[in-house]
C-alpha cells in the first residue's frame, strides 16, 4: 500500500520487521548478500584495510585462541586428523632447524623477499618437496587446490 508520508512509511515498516522477525532477519540479509555480490571489490578492498589496520590485536586473538584449552584440544584434533600433513610440516621444520635446508630469501611465485616463507607441500607424501612461498602465495596456492579438489582444506598448514 503506497504512503504519501514518509514517517509513517517508515513506522509501518519497523512494525512489520516487529512482527515478523524472522522474516525481517532473512530479508535483510539477502539484501546484504546482494550487496557484498555487487561490491566485491570494494569489499575485498575494506576487508584488506581491515586486517591491516587490526593485525596486532587479530595475532593477539589468534594467540590466545592457540593457547586457551580449547584451541589446543582443536590442534591436537587437528593433528590426528591430518597426520600426514602434520608430518610432512614437521619433517621439514626439523631440515629447516638442523640447517639441512636453507630457506630461500624470496617467494617462488612472486619474489617476495621476507624472511617469513612457508614450505607448500603439494604432496603431504613426499615431505621432502617443497616450494616456499609467502604467506599470500602459500594462500592462494591453497584455496586453489581446494577449488579443484572440492574439498575443504582447514587452516593454513606449511
Ligand atoms: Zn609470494
Known amino acids: ?67 586457551s584449552p580449547e584451541g589446543k584440544a582443536w590442534m591436537k584434533k587437528y593433528r590426528l586428523e591430518h597426520l600426514s600433513e602434520t608430518k610432512a610440516r614437521r619433517f621439514m621444520g626439523h631440515k629447516v632447524e638442523s640447517g639441512q635446508v636453507v630457506k630461500p630469501a624470496r617467494c617462488s611465485r612472486c619474489g617476495l623477499d621476507t624472511p617469513r616463507l612457508q614450505a607448500h607441500h603439494e604432496n603431504y607424501r613426499r615431505p621432502e618437496e617443497v616450494e616456499w612461498l609467502c604467506a599470500a602465495c602459500h594462500g592462494l596456492t591453497r584455496r586453489a587446490a581446494r577449488r579443484s579438489a572440492n574439498q575443504p582444506v582447514v587452516g593454513q598448514g606449511d
Do not use: I
Not at 31 to 51: G, I, L, Q, T
Open 1 to 67: 500500500m503506497p504512503f504519501k508520508d514518509p514517517e509513517k512509511q517508515k513506522a509501518s515498516h519497523a512494525k512489520w520487521q516487529k512482527n515478523n522477525p524472522e522474516k525481517a532477519k532473512a530479508t535483510s540479509r539477502a539484501a546484504c548478500r546482494k550487496w557484498r555480490a555487487k561490491n566485491v571489490e570494494r569489499e575485498r578492498e575494506r576487508m584488506r584495510r581491515y586486517h591491516l589496520e587490526h593485525r596486532e590485536a587479530e595475532a593477539q586473538k589468534r594467540r590466545a585462541w592457540r593457547t
